[in-house]
C-alpha cells in the first residue's frame, strides 16, 4: 500500500514537474536573481537529475557517490533539460515499480570515500525527504526565478496568479 501511494504522488508530481520544465523558455535559462544563486538552467537540469537517484535510494541500502557522476547534461536549451528529465523519470517509475515494501525502514546511507553524508535512517524518510521534498523544495525556487524573470508560471495545484485574477 505504501508503494502504490509513493507511486501515485510520484505520477502526479511528475507532471507537474513535466508542466514546469516545459514552460521555460530557452532565454530564461541563465536567468539568476543573485550572483551566488543557481540559475533557471542549473535549476532545471537539478530538478532533472534528482529523478536519476531513485534507484539507488528505493532499491539499495547504501547510495555510493563514489560510483555516482553527477550529470547536469547541456542546458542550453529547455528541450534538452526536458529530454533529460523524461528520460530520468521514466526510469525513476521503474526503479519504485520493481521496489520492496518490505524493505522502506531498512536503514540507508549515502557517502563517499569511506564517509557517511546522509544517515543512516529509515530508507522511507529518504524517499520522503531526500527525494520527494527535495523536488518540490526546487520547484519552488524555479518558480520564484521565473516569476522574478517576468515569466509566467503554470498552476499546479489550482490556479496560478494570472488565473485568479480572470474572475
Avoid: C
Avoid at 153 to 161: F, I, T
Wanted: proline content about 5%; cysteine-free; overall charge negative.
Amino acid at each position: 500500500m505504501i508503494k502504490q501511494a509513493l507511486l501515485g504522488e510520484f505520477q502526479h508530481e511528475a507532471e507537474n514537474t513535466r508542466k514546469l520544465l516545459s514552460i521555460i523558455p530557452d532565454s530564461a535559462l541563465e536567468y539568476r536573481p543573485q550572483p551566488h544563486l543557481w540559475s533557471i538552467g542549473q535549476l532545471a537540469s537539478h530538478i532533472a537529475e534528482v529523478y536519476n537517484w531513485y534507484d539507488q535510494t528505493f532499491n539499495i541500502d547504501n547510495f555510493n557517490m563514489d560510483n555516482y557522476k553527477y550529470d547536469k547534461g547541456d542546458i542550453s536549451k529547455t528541450s534538452n533539460i526536458l529530454e533529460k528529465f523524461e528520460a530520468n523519470v521514466n526510469a525513476a517509475q521503474k526503479a519504485i515499480e520493481k521496489s520492496d515494501e518490505t524493505k522502506y525502514m531498512n536503514p540507508w546511507t549515502m557517502g563517499a570515500g569511506g564517509q557517511t553524508f546522509l544517515g543512516p535512517m529509515p530508507k522511507i524518510q529518504v524517499i520522503r525527504g531526500f527525494l520527494y521534498n527535495h523536488l518540490y523544495h526546487h520547484r519552488g525556487e524555479l518558480i520564484s526565478h521565473l516569476r522574478a524573470s517576468g515569466n509566467k508560471v503554470p498552476s499546479l495545484y489550482g490556479p496560478n496568479y494570472e488565473q485568479s485574477q480572470q474572475v
